[in-house]
Structures are given as structure tokens and as C-alpha cells.
């Protein structure tokens, strides 16, 4: 019996099951990470293959089988996870965790699908905006796990992606669910207007994605985004790594040098997140160590004078990048930690060319240990955590949404896991002539996470309509247009150090989701949900009220 369930639901490699099997492999496989080529196949049959196996395996629930058919196909999906080289084998148990939470997740959602097809318009679309609801509900669950929504496995198509121009990615995730459930309606019932109907829902995406058009230029911008290459035991000293480390001087010394063999002047540079170790503010350059290093570049003979002091003074992270925007005449956007009082923070900092004034971006989307301590209030946790991976303590979350103005444009800004999460991105740049992600991949080595990140930043440029200039530690480093397509990219690399130049055009497409978000599909999906529930309490009284006046006659 397979995963000792019932024995109507047998062992999975028998002939039965092959159209289980063939439809989660597909539906896993779709993901752009893998095969985005099967998606134009996938998004039509991958789900009504689903339902077609319920139908002949002649199950009356669908609990179990559609949530180990999720799991399947969310350990497949989110596999890059398994990179363990910082995680720990603890870090499984997080995988395969969340893997079983979003598979129950689809169980819990495919008990309200009759099994017989034979539902309506609008029973079909309030079914496919509940998994609306229950994927928005992810960011207020598993510390906001957005990382895989349904509606990954369609973007493989550019005309599918651009539909999220309209209504997001859980719209299109509730698209694809719909479209699963309106085939399942066709082949139950053979009837030529479901047919119709099916091949207007099929076409619905590529028709909204007109609705989407480009305004005006807003700047002329030559940009430089940097990758280090470098994995978080290099860049941040550790004992028991310290053959690997590399000194935080020399770490600037190898951007600077790919800089100063760029020909045109730079408008803009752009580092990743946590870009240098021991944040921004930390006293870590000798003067010494930096007259040297000025000596070395040719600048003169000694580094100037910090604070107004008679003589420069011990500085951190933030003097070196105030002497990179003075030196090139630039904007330059580093990602660093920050103390303020006793509060940390992971944030981005603007350092414009002979200005004092820092502007300042603090994260907003904390990742669970790595950035802070999720149930610290279970007793023994948060010492168990600091033993198993050395944690000091949290970071704090930021509250600005506020975009950057500086010579040339304005920019928003996120930080690394805030990609996946549409409706921050929207209110960061509401008034941006493009995107600045910052990010670090490294924690992840030799994994799919770079590729699985950068997908999220294309569906944010799409929903948007916005340029999104992307600075990743060891990649992927792009840009991405108001389209979605790649206008530069550097290959992924944890031993190169790179830079990614570009002259953009920058302008904005405008759309129906920067301009109302989420507020359609909710007003839409509790409206339906709540005449749905309306409906079926009626019905139920009129049962109750005609079962009571027989037993009154009976009497």
C-alpha cells in the first residue's frame, strides 16, 4: 500500500498509478529551474491528470493522495535546500517539513472539488481564488515561505508571465488550478460549450497581458553591479576557516580594480546583500593599512581625513564605500549590518559622491535562524540554536518603505528573500524608476537557489512594470526589463569576482497590479466565498425545514 494509506490507493509504480506519477513528475518538472519548455504542456494537463487518476482510482477522498502528490512535487521543487555545507543535517527536517506542510495545504483545498466534475462557473472560480487565499495566507505563516507558488510552473511561458501584469502571481496560480478543474468539468460531461469555455480560459492569460503598456523615459543610467563570488566562510572570519578567509581589504581592493577598468563613468554601482563582513560602522582599517592602500592605487599619500579629525581615525565598511562614490563620481548601493543603540539590522545603504547624508534600507523579511530566532519563547531553543550554528542573537525588522532619490533616479530597494513577496515589492516602488535587489545566495552553494531567486525578480519586474537591477554574492547577477527579460546577466561563480556594466534606458510599463495589488482578487475571492457559504446555508435550512414538516405530518 502506498505510504500504508488504504489499498484502494495501491502501490504507486503499479500500471494503476502511472497517471499519478506522470502528472506530479510533470507539474515538478515545469518549474522554470528544470524544464520551463514542458509548461506550455504541464499547465493545461499537469493538474487535470491529477483529477482524471481520482476518477478511475474511484476514491471518495482526495485528502491523502493530493497532498502526497504535492509533497512530491515540493521536494523535487524545493531540492535546493539539500545544499548542507552551512545548513546542517538539521536543515532537512526544515525541508521535508515544509515540503509536508504545503502538501496538506493542497489536501486540505482539494476536499471541497465534487468528484463527479459537475460543478459551475461559479463554484470552479470561488475553488480556485480559496488557493488564492491560502497562498497569500503563506506570508503570515512559516515566517512568510513564498518561495514556491503554484504559479512558478507557468512563467515559463512569456505570455503566461506577463499576465501577472493583471493579477499577480497568486492569480496565475489560481489560474492554473482553475484550468485543471474546468478540463476535469469537460471530460465528465463532453459538452461543447465546457469546451469553448475551457479554450477561453486557456487563452485568458495571453489576452490580459495586453493590458500592460509602456510610459515615458524616465532616466539614462550606466550601471555597474557587482558579485563578489564570495562564500560567507570567506568573507566572514571563523576559526576553524581561517585558511579560506580573505581579509576585508583585499575583498574591496578586487572590486575596485574591476571598476577601474571600466571605460565610461558610472552612474550607479551595486553590491549584494551583506556585501563585507562587520557591518557598516565597525572600526576595522588601520590608518595605516589605508594610506598604504592609497599609495597603492595611486590616489596619494595618504587616505583623507574621516569626521573632521586632525588625522584619520580607525573606520569601518561605510568610509571605504563613501571613498568609492567620491573617487568614481557614482551612487554606490552596499548591502551591510548596522548597530543602532542595542538594535541590529540587516539593511542597504546610499552613498552618493561628496554628500554626507547616508540613506539607509533595513530589511523588512527576516529569514528563520539565519536572521533571527523563530519561538524563542520554547524553552532550551534559542540555546540549542546559538550551539548548532553559532547565532549571537536577531536582527531587528524594518519598517520603511520609502524609495531613494539621488542624481540620476529613484529607486526602491529590497533585501534578499523580500523578492518573493509581491505585495512589498509593489509598495517599495510605487514611486521608483526601477528596483535595486540586493542578495546572497552563498548559504546555499552548488544549489538551484540562484537560478529559483532570480525567478522570483522577474515576476516582480513583470507585476510592476519596473527595471529590476540584481546584485547577487555569487549569483544570478541580471537585469531584467518591465517585460521580464534578461538585459544582462553574469554567470553564477564562487571563485570570480565579476561586474555586470549596462547603459539602461530606464522607463516603467504601466499595470493593473502596481496600480491596485492583491485588492481585486481578495474583494473578488471573499465576495464569492461569502455568497458561496450564503448559498449552502440556505440550502441547508430549506433540507432542515423540509425534513421537520414531514415529521410533523408523519405525526
Known amino acids: 500500500m502506498m505510504f500504508g494509506m488504504s489499498s484502494r490507493f495501491s502501490t504507486p509504480f503499479t500500471k494503476s498509478n502511472h497517471l499519478w ?4 513528475l510533470g507539474v515538478a518538472l515545469a518549474h522554470p529551474i528544470f524544464c520551463p519548455q514542458l509548461a506550455i504542456f504541464i499547465v493545461p494537463w499537469g493538474f487535470l491528470g491529477f483529477w482524471k487518476w481520482m476518477d478511475l482510482s474511484g476514491r471518495t477522498s482526495s485528502f491523502w493522495p493530493a497532498t502526497f502528490w504535492m509533497v512530491w512535487i515540493q521536494l523535487i521543487q524545493l531540492s535546493w535546500m539539500l545544499s548542507l555545507r552551512y545548513m546542517g543535517p ?13 502538501g496538506v495545504q493542497f489536501g486540505m483545498w482539494s476536499q471541497v472539488i465534487p468528484r463527479d466534475g459537475r460543478y459551475s462557473w461559479f463554484e470552479l472560480i470561488t475553488w480556485s481564488l480559496g488557493w488564492v487565499l491560502l497562498e497569500m495566507g503563506r506570508e503570515y505563516i512559516l515566517s512568510g515561505f513564498l518561495w514556491n507558488p503554484l504559479g512558478m510552473v507557468a512563467i515559463g511561458n512569456p505570455l503566461w508571465l506577463r499576465s501577472t501584469s493583471l493579477w499577480g502571481m497568486t492569480g496565475l496560480s489560481g489560474w492554473i488550478l482553475a484550468l485543471g478543474l474546468m478540463g476535469h468539468r469537460v471530460i465528465n460531461t463532453f459538452r461543447l460549450r465546457d469546451v469553448t469555455s475551457w479554450l477561453g480560459l486557456y487563452f485568458a492569460p495571453c489576452c490580459a497581458a495586453l493590458i500592460s503598456y509602456p510610459l515615458p523615459k524616465t532616466a539614462h543610467v550606466h550601471v555597474a553591479l557587482v558579485q563578489p563570488a564570495l562564500l560567507p566562510d570567506q568573507k566572514d572570519f571563523h576559526l576553524s576557516t581561517s585558511s579560506r578567509w580573505v581579509h576585508p581589504l583585499v575583498q574591496w581592493d578586487r572590486i575596485w580594480t574591476l571598476l577601474e577598468n571600466v571605460s565610461q563613468p558610472i552612474d ?5 546583500e551583506a556585501a563585507f563582513p562587520l557591518g557598516l560602522k565597525m572600526p576595522i582599517y588601520e590608518p595605516k593599512e589605508l594610506d598604504a592602500y592609497w ?5 596619494g599619500e595618504q587616505a583623507p581625513v574621516s569626521g573632521g579629525a586632525s588625522k584619520i581615525d580607525k573606520v569601518g565598511n561605510g568610509y571605504l564605500a563613501q571613498a568609492m562614490a567620491d ?6 548601493v552596499v548591502g551591510l549590518d548596522d548597530l543602532e543603540g542595542t538594535q541590529r539590522y540587516n539593511g542597504a545603504f546610499l552613498f552618493q559622491s561628496q554628500e554626507t547624508d547616508i540613506r539607509r534600507y533595513t530589511k523588512q523579511i527576516l529569514m528563520p535562524v539565519v536572521e533571527y530566532i523563530p519561538w524563542s519563547w520554547v524553552p532550551g531553543w534559542t540555546d540549542l540554536l546559538k550551539r548548532l550554528y553559532g547565532i549571537q542573537g536577531s536582527f531587528h525588522r524594518g519598517v520603511s518603505t520609502k524609495p531613494w532619490p539621488d542624481r540620476r533616479a529613484t529607486w526602491g530597494v529590497c533585501i534578499c528573500a523580500e523578492e518573493t513577496c509581491s505585495e512589498l515589492v509593489r509598495k517599495q516602488t510605487q514611486q521608483a524608476d526601477a528596483l535595486l535587489s540586493l542578495s546572497n545566495d552563498g548559504w546555499f552553494p552548488s544549489s ?10 522577474k515576476v516582480r519586474a513583470v507585476e510592476n512594470g519596473i527595471f529590476v537591477l540584481r546584485a547577487c554574492s555569487t549569483g544570478l547577477t541580471v537585469i531584467f526589463d518591465p517585460w521580464g527579460q534578461e538585459i544582462g546577466q553574469l554567470p553564477v561563480s564562487e571563485t570570480s569576482p565579476s561586474i555586470l ?8 510599463n504601466w499595470t493593473l497590479y502596481h496600480t491596485w495589488g492583491d485588492l481585486p482578487l481578495l474583494v473578488i475571492s471573499f465576495g464569492c466565498w461569502g455568497w458561496l457559504s450564503l448559498r449552502e446555508v440556505t440550502i441547508f435550512r430549506r433540507r432542515f425545514d423540509s425534513r421537520a414538516e414531514k415529521t410533523r405530518t408523519n405525526f
Open 21 to 24: 506519477w506522470l502528472s506530479c
Open 90 to 102: 538539521l536543515f532537512i527536517l526544515v525541508y521535508v517539513g515544509i515540503s509536508c506542510l504545503l
Open 268 to 272: 550607479l554601482i551595486l553590491f549584494p
Open 295 to 299: 599609495r597603492y592605487k595611486g590616489w
Open 327 to 332: 573617487q568614481l563620481k557614482a551612487s554606490v
Open 448 to 457: 538551484k537557489l540562484p537560478w529559483v531567486h532570480a525567478q522570483h525578480a
Open 501 to 508: 556594466t549596462k547603459e539602461i534606458d530606464l522607463h516603467r
